[in-house]
């Protein structure tokens, strides 16, 4: 694990390591630099594999290729003993980066598909001038790229990208649109002009003379197999994921997982604790009023005293969540809106392990929190055969249902908007290029918008802010090929929608965790807006500091803003999205170096 940046063009050679010189956090253990004519790529590295070996960035025995990688390859294993067996020697002991190496060298593109984990690299050829970049295919690892003035550049996190001096900082208007849905930034696009991401499962080439061309390599697609006996698959979901689980551990330093008493981070703990391994676990739980209702530490804390592992458990008073807030905003690169509780989770692994396993990505496979429901219709239509939904029934039955602003709020509250698309249009566009049922097709939409793009980017960053690897076994290779191919009425249920996943994994879980209802950490954001954040919201959000931004229309504040301090209406959503924006704004655009670490909320608030 580590992060990754690189310059080609001309070029001052400080500027390659200021950018890598950001990014120390993603890996303090190691870094490195290769310089050739006008390229340059750079690394900072947090040893997990072949601590003493998988130096970066690594060079071919000839020095042809020149390789970065962040992440883990974790069939590297077996991807080895299959290269030594066509001839090739390897010169570290067990280093995933020099399969890679080996693989691309010998395989070019075509290596992708054989790759089982999560990764984003750069692969230079020095002979042709070309550069080969990938991404994983959910999205696991970051890319961030741009492509102006005569140069080329990329980098792990978005902040490094900002150390080159030619970069402008503008904000990219149809991002900030979106956002406000949202509350977070989807697509290819950021929220600054002019730097890109690299969409999951795609690749970017880059030849001398040519623009930048970025191509799809893998494409979620359900493939249902209706000859399996329904009654076969709990054991072949609890195959695959035990299996996944265990090679998601290769490691040689230790592992701790999240455990927070839900129903795929249990099975996860349960599945390695069964087969012999030693885990610590860690819990999050919260001291406040009403915690009682949705508190899951007692369920987690079975959980772990069944299998017998190390668990730490964290009572927090969510008021303590506010004072790393700033942090938070400045890791993240980009506004969000989202949870926020997995900060001291990872916090708190990072003080004893540099791997932490999480459970993300069940959700995606086994239900997506059933937003299909209302798509599908009622009873009578799902018996006479169904609906195919269109854009307008799209429109309302998910996108007003599960997000935050609508499209025609946005078009009057967003300044600079009118030819933005709607995002709600956006994700129908996911959704319609889906075949099958509706409840396949959700689940592509939610896997290519949501899952990498909010839940993958927030765990990255806030774990890498702590030199901590997560991982996250669900999206192992052969447990998403494996769930692309159960029949969508078998693999989630109206009245239970992870129930076929509770089946699998009921012999390594205690009854009250397969019982336990779906819960979540609430967070009293209203609360914090009136109270403790209430300062920074009449500051930040002030009508006349709006209009002088011109991002948006000072309306916003006396339509949400306040009437929600007031205590007249509850308007926390669009008020938090609101001000998580202004806090990134004023990090990222109102600082002279937003590259530098971020002020205390206390400095912000004045």
């Known amino acids: 694990m580590c992060g990754v940046v690189g310059l080609i063009g001309a070029q001052d050679p400080a500027w390659i390591d200021a950018m890598n010189g950001i990014q120390t956090h993603r890996g303090p253990d190691d870094s490195g630099t290769f310089r050739h004519g006008e390229t340059a790529l750079a690394m900072r590295r947090l040893s997990i594999i072949d601590l003493g070996g998988g130096h970066q960035p690594m060079e071919s025995a000839d020095g042809r290729y020149v390789l970065v990688y962040n992440g883990e390859i974790y069939n590297a294993p077996a991807l080895r003993h299959e290269l030594e067996a066509q001839g090739e020697r390897f010169v570290t002991d067990h280093s995933d980066t020099e399969v890679l190496l080996r693989l691309l060298e010998r395989k070019g593109e075509a290596a992708l598909p054989l790759l089982n984990g999560m990764f984003a690299f750069a692969f230079h050829d020095r002979q042709q001038g070309s550069l080969l970049c990938a991404r994983d295919r959910m999205g696991i690892k970051p890319f961030y790229w741009l492509?102006?003035?005569?140069?080329?550049?990329?980098?792990?996190?978005?902040?490094?990208?900002?150390?080159?001096?030619?970069?402008?900082?503008?904000?990219?208007?149809?991002?900030?649109?979106?956002?406000?849905?949202?509350?977070?930034?989807?697509?290819?696009?950021?929220?600054?002009?002019?730097?890109?991401?690299?969409?999951?499962?795609?690749?970017?080439?880059?030849?001398?003379?040519?623009?930048?061309?970025?191509?799809?390599?893998?494409?979620?697609?359900?493939?249902?197999?209706?000859?399996?006996?329904?009654?076969?698959?709990?054991?072949?979901?609890?195959?695959?994921?035990?299996?996944?689980?265990?090679?998601?551990?290769?490691?040689?330093?230790?592992?701790?997982a999240s455990l927070s008493g839900g129903l795929d981070s249990s099975a996860l703990v349960g599945f390695l604790a069964r087969s012999g391994m030693r885990l610590k676990t860690v819990s999050l739980g919260f001291s406040s009023p009403g915690e009682e209702d949705w508190n899951e530490l007692p369920i987690a804390r079975t959980v772990a005293a069944r299998w017998g592992t190390e668990h730490e458990e964290i009572v927090l008073d969510p008021e303590r969540l506010l004072d790393d807030l700033t942090a938070m905003v400045w890791h993240l690169d980009e506004p969000y809106g989202g949870g926020l509780p997995s900060w001291n989770v990872f916090k708190a692994m990072s003080q004893s392990v540099k791997v932490g396993l999480s459970g993300t990505g069940g959700d995606e496979l086994f239900g997506n929190y059933g937003k299909w429901r209302q798509l599908e219709g009622g009873l009578l239509t799902r018996l006479l055969g169904g609906r195919q939904p269109d854009a307008q029934n799209f429109r309302r039955q998910v996108f007003e249902r599960f997000y935050y602003l609508s499209d025609t709020d946005k078009r009057r509250l967003v300044t600079g908007s009118d030819g933005c698309p709607d995002t709600s249009d956006l994700l129908w566009r996911h959704f319609a290029a889906a075949a099958g049922p509706v409840r396949d097709r959700m689940a592509v939409t939610d896997i290519g918008t949501q899952l990498a793009e909010e839940f993958l980017m927030m765990t990255d960053r806030f774990s890498m802010a702590h030199g901590l690897e997560a991982r996250t076994p669900f999206l192992d290779n052969a447990m998403v090929d494996l769930a692309l191919s159960i029949p969508a009425a078998l693999r989630t249920h109206r009245r239970d929608l992870k129930g076929l996943l509770r089946r699998a994994v009921m012999p390594v879980l205690p009854q009250e965790a397969i019982a336990a209802p779906k819960k979540g950490f609430v967070i009293p954001l209203g609360r914090w807006l009136r109270g403790r954040l209430r300062p920074l919201c009449e500051n930040l959000l002030d009508p006349a500091r709006l209009a002088d931004q011109g991002l948006l229309d000072p309306r916003f504040h006396a339509e949400f803003v306040a009437p929600h301090l007031a205590g007249a209406a509850d308007h926390t959503p669009r008020v938090w999205a609101a001000l998580m924006f202004q806090l990134w704004h004023k990090l990222y655009m109102e600082r002279t170096d937003p590259t530098a670490p971020p002020p205390s909320l206390d400095e912000v608030m004045g």
């Open 147 to 256: 492509n102006q003035h005569g140069r080329f550049a990329f980098a792990s996190e978005l902040k490094s990208l900002l150390a080159l001096p030619f970069v402008r900082r503008r904000v990219d208007r149809a991002s900030l649109f979106h956002y406000f849905s949202l509350m977070y930034v989807p697509g290819e696009a950021t929220i600054l002009e002019g730097i890109n991401r690299l969409a999951p499962g795609h690749l970017l080439r880059l030849r001398p003379g040519a623009a930048p061309e970025t191509e799809r390599w893998w494409t979620p697609d359900f493939r249902p197999d209706h000859t399996v006996p329904a009654a076969e698959w709990p054991g072949r979901i609890a195959a695959t994921l035990e299996q996944a689980a265990k090679r998601w551990t290769l490691s040689d330093v230790p592992i701790a």
